[in-house]
Structure formats: structure tokens, C-alpha cells
């Protein structure tokens, strides 16, 4: 038998659509969305992260830049998306990534794999 996987809880940034563009992630996790579940508009980095933090969940990001060293600060798990990935893509990987997620602090950086041309 193989162990149960945990659920995690996880925020999904303003910049990203509705939390239900993520199936597996949705139905499997605990997933919110900034706006259309904390009714946070234009907030800026770090009112997210330290929303992030007060709700203890996993933050999932576009912006690596500025969000990075925000949530090293506050100790808020992070991980990043580039903005080449397709929603199908982000919501398999992330899931991939949730399988072997210890429960350590983390960023993780996610992007599309390069595919060699034929």
C-alpha cells in the first residue's frame, strides 16, 4: 500500500486566473486564489506574502523577482512559474513537485523543459 499523499495549502498570486484553470491542483489541494477568495485587490508583494504566511500556505507565483526574497524574509514557502508555461503545464508540474515536497521552507522555480528540434 502505498503511503497517503498530504494536501497541501497553497495561494495562487493576483496575476493568475481563477483557481478551478488548475483541476488537479483544485480537487486535490487546498487551493485559494488572492482575489477571488481573500478579496485582496492590488496588493502589493508583501501584503501576499505575508497573507502567505498568516494562512500558513504555499505561495505560487509569477514573480520571482521581487517575491524571492520576500518570503526568505518571512520564511514563506514559494514557488515560481514562468510566464512560457501553458495552465495545463503548471497545474501537472506543481503537482508533481507536491509528491516530493518535504516540509522544509523552499523556493522552487518551475518552467517549461526545453525541447530539443528535430
Excluded: W
Amino acid at each position: 500500500m502505498s503511503p497517503k499523499q498530504s494536501r497541501h495549502k497553497l495561494l495562487l498570486d493576483e496575476m493568475f486566473p481563477r483557481r478551478n484553470a488548475f483541476p488537479q491542483l483544485n480537487s486535490f489541494h487546498d487551493l485559494k486564489h488572492v482575489i477571488h477568495d481573500y478579496h485582496l485587490e492590488n496588493n502589493g508583494d508583501p501584503e501576499v506574502v505575508r497573507l502567505a504566511k498568516l494562512k500558513n500556505r504555499i505561495l505560487i507565483s509569477k514573480n520571482e523577482k521581487h517575491m524571492i526574497e520576500l518570503c526568505e524574509n518571512e520564511m514563506v514557502r514559494l514557488i515560481c512559474i514562468t510566464e512560457a508555461m501553458s495552465q495545463e503545464e503548471i497545474d501537472s508540474q506543481i503537482m508533481a513537485v507536491l509528491r516530493r515536497l518535504g516540509t522544509q521552507g523552499a523556493v522552487i522555480k518551475l518552467s517549461r523543459p526545453i525541447r530539443k528540434a528535430k
